[in-house]
């Protein structure tokens, strides 16, 4: 069975650290999709990342990267330079392949990013 | 372009009552999924539409249940509603299949059942 897990529930952290959140998933197939979500207040999920099984090169999206690692089934996230703005809900998800196959979310991290 | 609406944003039941949610999705997008968030349960699949059909369905009972018009507006109705089914309820739009994740949420309905 796929399953994801987050396990900080919660994470404060001062303006300007960066800050890493954690995803370890387990799934049984060999081509599957890892995301990243971000939830903010007002409620709507945005999507951050997507990334296949096949690519496990490190992403960097401006203060944002991603670190994919099939060897321990873990896809984490940081924050570089940290604002308040990034305070959030984040969710790590995991999905297969096949047109039925069910996107699966981790409980999320929320994180709080202090003036 | 106009994002994913969902209405109402808040409304309040009784049990045993029912309930409808509206979904407008991007347009274009044919893909319509549907989710649970509670506090306890986290973020759950309930079903996904795509060009009217029902593509994928979640573990949920039956009185959970969806439709997707022409125009790609999708509506889920939950019956005889219990105090657990108190959530936020949010829909997706896409335009591939929701297992390819890119996903476009709305801000969600959100339900309290009494």
């Known amino acids: 069975a796929q399953k994801v897990t987050q396990a900080q529930t919660e994470i404060s952290v001062v303006e300007k650290e960066d800050v890493t959140l954690d995803c370890v998933y387990e799934?049984?197939?060999?081509?599957?999709?890892l995301f990243w979500y971000k939830q903010p207040p007002s409620g709507e999920l945005v999507f951050l990342i997507r990334?296949?099984?096949?690519?496990?090169q490190n992403e960097i999206s401006g203060r944002y990267s991603w670190n994919f690692q099939k060897s321990t089934s873990s896809f984490n996230f940081t924050i570089t330079a940290s604002q308040v703005v990034d305070s959030a809900v984040y969710f790590c998800?995991?999905?297969?392949?096949?047109?039925?196959?069910?996107?699966?979310f981790g409980k999320g991290t929320r994180l709080h990013i202090l003036p | 372009k106009a994002g994913v609406t969902q209405t109402p944003r808040y409304l309040i039941k009784t049990r045993g009552q029912q309930v409808t949610l509206s979904c407008s999705p991007i347009?274009?997008?044919?893909?319509v999924s549907w989710y649970q968030q509670t506090p306890g349960q986290g973020l759950q699949f309930l079903f996904e539409?795509?060009?009217?059909?029902?593509?994928n369905k979640g573990n949920f009972p039956g009185r959970f249940s969806g439709r997707q018009f022409s125009n790609s507006r999708s509506e889920m109705n939950v019956s005889t509603l219990e105090l657990g089914d108190s959530a936020l309820y949010l829909c997706?739009?896409?335009?591939?299949?929701?297992?390819?994740?890119?996903?476009?949420f709305g801000e969600g309905s959100r339900l309290t059942v009494l």
């Open positions: 990334r296949n099984s096949f690519d496990e």
């Open positions: 998800a995991l999905s297969g392949p096949k047109r039925d196959d069910k996107i699966i």
């Open positions: 539409y795509f060009s009217e059909t029902q593509r």
């Open positions: 799934t049984r197939d060999t081509t599957y999709y």
């Open positions: 347009s274009g997008h044919r893909s």
């Open positions: 997706a739009s896409s335009l591939g299949g929701q297992n390819t994740g890119e996903l476009f």
